[in-house]
């Protein structure tokens, strides 16, 4: 984060990003104190994939708490229309406010904060209207900060996704490594699928029975992960199922939403 102090110096507004499915642990636990006094505004990304009650639930628990909070599908731009009138509208009493102070108006000055992964370029691109910062499916894309410049007279600067130095505590950084959010290679793919096969078949058994055309007597974790491999050709010499591809095809079925919408944490958790 040290890099990024500086450019708190020169911006108006901290957009802090964070992922829908977990609108907790995917948002940097020191922001508030490191910010100050600037103004903020939390987007959860990714809503089309998360439970939208829980959303609803998460909106109104953060705004109970100060925060003005918005929920955003940034693939469909649902949602994004609300976070525009809120910068639109900071925008102006900052030029209204310099201009009576006396000073010449400059642009409103953003900066885009958040952990890797959680959507914040995408949020870019769909508020720019245009491919203005690259994205990807991975934690890592934004190299280094850089400024981009909207319509309505408003700068953002985009910087990279930054873990906090205790992220790897055992469960946390096991469901940021199934929303993508954890560094490629650091986690293995069976631990991480091991954690969501069992919320899964405790939330969403259905789910599952439906994907992988499974039967009332294969909802166990081992069963699940066979009757994937077996489902999908995950099978090497001597028939011996590959439960490694087994782990990471049901993560990216996760990702994906192809196991329906979820929310891993709830507000009244602590």
Not at 193 to 217: C, H
């Amino acid at each position: 984060m040290r890099p990024l102090r500086q450019y708190l110096k020169v911006v108006d507004v901290v957009l802090e990003v964070a992922d829908a499915r977990l609108p907790v642990s995917s948002r940097y636990p020191d922001l508030a104190s490191i910010i100050g006094s600037k103004t903020r505004l939390l987007v959860l990304t990714r809503a089309d994939l998360a439970d939208p009650k829980l959303t609803a639930q998460w909106l109104e628990f953060f705004r109970s708490q100060g925060t003005t909070a918005f929920a955003i599908n940034a693939r469909t731009g649902e949602g994004s229309r609300a976070l525009r009138q809120q910068l639109a509208m900071i925008a102006k009493e900052k030029r209204q406010t310099m201009a009576h102070k006396g000073f010449r108006g400059r642009p409103l000055r953003i900066m885009a904060a958040g952990i890797p992964n959680v959507g914040k370029s995408s949020l870019i691109n769909r508020l720019a209207g245009r491919s203005a910062a690259r994205t990807g499916n991975r934690p890592g894309i934004t190299r280094g900060p850089q400024w981009l410049r909207f319509e309505g007279n408003i700068e953002l600067l985009d910087t990279p996704g930054v873990l906090w130095t205790h992220w790897h505590e055992q469960r946390t950084a096991l469901w940021l490594g199934t929303i993508g959010c954890a560094p490629e290679g650091v986690l293995a793919a069976e631990d991480i699928a091991d954690l969501l096969a069992e919320y899964l078949l405790t939330n969403a058994p259905d789910n599952l029975k439906i994907r992988y055309n499974l039967k009332e007597g294969q909802l166990t974790k081992q069963k699940l992960f066979e009757s994937i491999a077996e489902r999908r050709g995950f099978i090497s010499f001597g028939g011996v199922f590959d439960l490694e591809k087994s782990a990471t095809a049901l993560i990216n079925d996760f990702r994906e939403g192809y196991l329906g919408r979820f929310t891993l944490e709830a507000p009244k958790q602590d």
